[in-house]
């Protein structure tokens, strides 16, 4: 096939890898040559912490990128052009220094990122240069899997009928890059650089325990080898958060370090053999999907609840509020699973995913207080924090998202303790302080005899609070408060 542009160039934003990757694949067979790029957008950078474990990922990533790309290339001068600044500017900025006809980029549909691409294609189109997307973060997207009536899904259980009917070779195939490599460009003499490091854009390193994570397309291979040797039993293990039971691959999925497809692909293979495990990790794989596409159909959700009755809730506020939405910040309510959770995402930037469900449902319907809130912390937080799965767990977990669960189902965390964290190794591992209790007396401290406490070194209040708030009582004034969507919530469309 003949080139269609003399020169291109690929702007790399959430597919940090040289493998699978639609536009650098679409990009190598439509120009002669092929520029590469990658811009720290200060938009994005500006609020966050210095030591954000997020930017020293994606830098990384970024480093091994380079890399591959140079050896795809098979000539010492490719590469990343790495660039620091605002991306709306930065990008067709480069397209003109680079005189390329046209720019390849992947979607990425949270509403701010399609400002940022509309400011970009316009830029572009006024030096007639042209402006090409794909998909390449999900396996379907947008209105590619929509009901017979031709609306989108709400319902998470049709929505994996449809996409199990629909996929196949073609939608999980890889986009090949090696094929083409020999169009990758050298970078003109002003681009040749090494990828800028941390302290050239003003960040820092961040703390040993954010670092944990392999990063990198070689990290995640590495987690994926490693998860395939327990797929099988990901059904069986996956909830209980002291057990090696999930893949710990979300940040890599976040900043596409690895390919979706190349994971669907995977799973489905297994599944076909029989695994249950791998069945209901490609359930997971699909969620994924599914709240892709409601953010995309649905970007209102980002500020309201999907099920708009849920917006009438009057959630707690004043200095009350702001003391307990401290202290589940800070893993202080005196419920121990949910304070080691909350330790485990102050310290490490992850949490299991059993945990996130129990502490947002404790902040939502144990201390009342507004959904909106735990999920920018999160935000701040997650390591794989991304808007529309973030946003979807949260409206899950406060009932008023799509397909959620029902407002009357109140998790309570003692229970959840029991059941999940049986014998406490999770907690033991976070708080320390708690490390001499056992049984019923871990789950809930205050309900342990004097005795039992002074023989682990646990004084309530001075090394470990007490419960913030009553279960019970919280459950009463949860039920109340929620009673204003009882009459107004519509039946979920399908
Ligand atoms: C309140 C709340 C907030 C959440 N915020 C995020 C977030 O910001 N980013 C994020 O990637 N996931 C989020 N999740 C979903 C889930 O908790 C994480 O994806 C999972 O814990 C990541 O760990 P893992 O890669 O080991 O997962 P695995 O169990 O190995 O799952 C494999 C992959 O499937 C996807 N996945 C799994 N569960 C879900 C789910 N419920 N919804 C959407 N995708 C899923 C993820 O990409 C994950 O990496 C959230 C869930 C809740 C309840």
Redesign the pocket.
Known sequence: MPATYRSGLVWFRRDLRATDHAALHHALRQCQQVHCAFVFDQDILAPLPRDDARVAFIQAALVELDGALRTLAGHPDAGLIVRHGHAHDELPALAHSLDVGAVFTNHDDEPEALERDARVRTALAVSRRAFHTYKDHTVFERDELLTQSGTPYSVFTPYKNAWLRKVDAFYLGAYSVRRHAQALAPRPDWARRPVLSLQDIGFASPSPMQQRLPTGSSGAQKLLAD?LSRIDR?DSA?DFPAVK??????PH??FGTISVRQLARTAHALVSQGSPGAAT?LS??I??D??FQILHHHPRVVQHSFKSAYDAIAWTSGPQADAWFGAWCAGRTGYPLVDAAMAQLNQTG????RL??VV?SFLVKDLGIDWRR?ERY??QK?L???LA??N???Q??SSSGCDAQPYFRIFNPVSQSRKFDPQGRFIQRYLPELAGLSGMALHAPWLATPLERQAAGVVLGQNYPLPIVDHEQARQRTLERYAVVKTSEPPASM
């Open positions: 998860f990901y996956r039971g999930p893949s710990y691959l979300s999925l976040r990790w997971e794989l969620w994924r599914f709240y992850y949490m299991h995913n996130r469900m947002a735990g999160f935000a997650l794989d924090y991304d799965a973030n979807g767990g949260w899950w977990a």
